[in-house]
């Protein structure tokens, strides 16, 4: 079984200790690909995930701001972003949105942030990756109105809302990722959606260390944890969770036209299930 974990933030103190270890479970685990998030701890780390897209090359790298850090932004942060995101690794621009659950920025400020980062992407022709809680209604306003037109499209990270916000995002050019928390009980409501999308428009993420999954709920998550997202998605779908793994990693590539990796056969992988 091939996975790919399209949302992880590696870099976090969570892995500090066993980093290495971590990574080596999820090639264990199948994972051929990881997208590492490079949000890290706000505009005081820009580069966080860099280093790790560095040294693994099977690992690749996000540039951006998250919405919780939008009040500490300046314009040497805009500039050092637009900097970075020119590194061969970097394929996509985020995560950067909306929050409202936290509200830890001003909302106006979060508004402002968002689309000054958005305007960058489409500088730097990259995509973006969406973080969006309790914010969907602006948040898919604001996409359709100076997202949409770049036709750059980009990633509904670790989707929470209904089947006619996931089309919204669809006809944009976005692909939907599931995460951990899709496996809980009370989420019917996203395995309603996942069922329901076209195959080929969905990915799978763990957002670890956050949002384990039901088996290890409570837990630190990781990106070897990955393969029980494939595993919900089977089985509301009908079909076998190497099915959902193939599809899953294929459209990633698909999207951000990434090659498949000849490793995958030498170190076993492809078989692995």
């Known amino acids: 079984m091939e996975l790919i974990d399209s949302h992880a933030h590696i870099d976090f103190p969570q892995f500090a200790e ?14 051929s690909t990881l997208l590492a998030i490079g949000t ?12 790790f897209a560095e040294q693994h090359d099977w690992i690749y790298a996000t540039v951006g701001i998250h919405p919780h850090e939008a009040k500490e932004v300046m314009q040497q942060h805009l500039d050092d972003l637009a900097r970075l995101a020119k590194h061969p690794k970097v394929i996509a621009w985020g995560e950067i949105g909306l929050d409202y659950y936290h509200d830890h920025s001003p909302r106006e400020v979060q508004h402002r942030v ?20 309790d914010a969907w209604p602006d948040c898919l306003k604001l996409l359709e109105e100076v997202w949409r037109p770049t036709g750059l499209g980009g990633i509904l990270h670790c989707f929470t809302s209904t089947l006619e916000d996931a ?64 595993h919900m998605l089977a089985s509301v779908r009908n079909l076998s969770p190497d099915e959902v793994a193939a599809a899953t990693s294929e459209n990633f590539r698909r999207f951000f036209g990434l090659v498949r990796p000849a490793t ?5 992988l492809k078989d692995q299930g």
């Not at 066993?18 to 994972?31: Q, S, Y």
């Not at 995002?169 to 395995?191: C, D, I, W």
């Not at 080929?200 to 997202?229: C, F, H, M, W």
């Open 18 to 31: 066993d980093r290495e270890t971590v990574l080596d479970r999820a090639r264990l685990a199948g994972v």
């Open 40 to 51: 890290g701890p706000g505009p005081q780390k820009l580069d966080s995930a860099l280093p």
């Open 114 to 133: 968002f689309r000054d980062q958005m305007d960058l992407a489409q500088r730097a022709k990259l995509p973006i990756v969406i973080h969006c809680r």
């Open 167 to 230: 089309r919204r995002g669809v006809e944009m050019g976005f692909l939907v990722s599931f995460a951990g928390n899709s496996t809980y009980p009370k989420t019917q409501n996203l395995r309603d959606v996942a069922k329901e999308l076209p195959l080929e428009k969905i990915l799978i993420e763990t957002d670890a260390p956050y949002l384990a999954p039901q088996s290890r709920r409570g837990k630190r998550n990781e990106p070897a944890y990955v393969a029980e997202v494939a």
């Open 264 to 268: 995958l056969a030498t170190r076993g």
